[in-house]
Structures are given as C-alpha cells and as structure tokens.
C-alpha cells in the first residue's frame, strides 16, 4: 500500500467539501465580520453536529436559531457585556430566560441548551461581539492556540468542534500563509471517519481514536507534501459520503 499516494488523492476529495459546504460561506465570508448575528450563525452551523445524523443536527440548528435570532434583533442580547461564566447551574442561572426558550422550543439535549447560552456568553464578553472577527484577528496574530483554547472552553464545544470550526475559518479567509507547521495540530479534527481512513492507509496504526492522534496525522501529512487541512476536509468528506459514492459507482463495482 503506498500511503503517500492515497493521502494525496484523499486530500484531492477536499475540492468536493469545498463545492457543497464552503462556497456559500466563502461568499458570504465579508458579511459574516460586520454582522455579530451572521458570524453567530457561522459558528452554530458548525456546533451543532457533534457525532449525529445531520439532519438531526440541522433540525436542533434551526430550531435554536428562530429562537436565538429574534432576540439578537429586538431584544440586542449581544450589545450586552458580560465576563465569561463557568459552570452549567451559574450559566443556566444567569441565562434562564434564553434557556428555557430553547427548552421550550424543542432543543431537547440539555448540552445543546447549554452550548447555545455559552455561545452568547463568550460573544458578550469580546470586543465588538462578534465572534468570527474576533477569531480571525486571533489568527492573524499568531495566537491560534489560544482561539482554539477558548472554542474548547465553550460548553459543549470540545476539541473536535473546536479545530473543526478553525480549520474552515483558516480556509474560508485564506489564513493559511501565517501558519506554521505546529498551527496545523490545531486544524485537524478526527472523527470516526477521519480515523478509519487514516488507519487503513497506513497514516495511524491504533484501532481507537486517540489524543494525539490529530498530531500524527498532521506529521504524516507534512512529511508527505500533503495540506493536512486538504486531507482532512477530504477524509470526512469521502467518510461521510461512503455509501453515496459507492451507489454512484455500483456499476464498475460489481461488473
């Protein structure tokens, strides 16, 4: 098996993620820096899908928003200043009126309601409330780290969430040309998918997810010539997309 080989054509696949699930943010990418309400909805079209259908986490997504987005509008929840709070029973305390909105509203995962009030809570404790900017100035400032440290600190966000958020943000502003090598470990998000492709190729040898295994990707990844921002959108996206291709291509399969 050459490892090499297969890690640069599973990296081409990220043109494909690119194509249906960036271009519209890509387009959008200037109005998500003046508006605290889109860069909102920017970061919870990542949050949300945290290891279930999609489709699920699209309903939970949408829902939260016909709840969030009319309090940004008329009630201007993120003109509001705020130090950030710890612990789910002060969060649930200090925000109730929003959580029980949410409660009400049909999020039905207590992490999810939790997740959306840590949200408001961090973009109330930033300068000019908006979250995107805010993480992109961090970026541009070479404190990636830090961007990522406080993503993970967001309730229910965690490191997946995390550098799964990073890695587009850095590719949807064309962040890439700052980076260096040790960023990457930050951009590299491993799922099941990105794992069980990884294994098979040669990339890791461990049967189970583990801690650093986004950190051996990445050294794969450099050591090859391969983008590891490319191999992993391109890892998820033929995971994901596994049983689509494979009736997409049924015919020279089975002939």
């Not at 990418?29 to 699920?56: C, H, M, V, W």
């Not at 999810?112 to 805010?134: A, W």
Request: charged share 25%; proline share 2%; with cysteine.
């Amino acid at each position: 098996m050459d490892t090499k080989k297969l890690a640069l054509k599973i990296s081409s696949f990220s043109s494909y993620y690119h194509a249906e699930h960036l271009a519209k943010r890509i387009n959008a990418r200037n109005i998500y820096l003046t508006s605290p309400e889109k860069a909102f909805e920017f970061i919870t079209g990542f949050s949300f899908y945290q290891g279930r259908r999609d489709e699920i986490s699209q309903k939970f997504e949408e829902k939260a928003k016909a709840i969030i987005l009319p309090l940004i509008r008329t009630d201007n929840i993120f003109s509001t200043s705020s130090k950030i709070i710890t612990g789910k029973t002060n969060l649930e305390n200090e925000y109730n009126k929003i959580y029980c909105l949410l409660k009400n509203g049909g999020i039905n995962k207590k992490g999810d309601r939790l997740m959306v009030i840590s949200i408001i809570n961090f973009i109330q404790s930033i300068d000019h409330h908006n979250i995107l900017l805010y993480l992109v100035d961090l970026i541009k400032s070479r404190r990636i780290a830090n961007a990522y440290q406080q993503l993970d600190d967001i309730w229910s966000i965690g490191p997946k969430i995390a550098s799964l958020i990073l890695r587009d943000v850095v590719y949807v502003y064309e962040l890439e040309t700052i980076l260096k090598n040790k960023d990457y470990y930050y951009l590299q998000p491993v799922d099941t998918w990105v794992h069980q492709i990884s294994k098979h190729i040669g990339i890791v040898t461990k049967n189970d997810i583990y801690k650093n295994e986004s950190l051996d990707i990445v050294n794969k990844c450099h050591e090859f010539g391969v983008n590891p921002i490319h191999y992993n959108q391109g890892a998820w996206y033929l995971g994901t997309n596994s049983h689509k291709i494979i009736l997409s291509n049924i015919d020279s399969i089975v002939s």
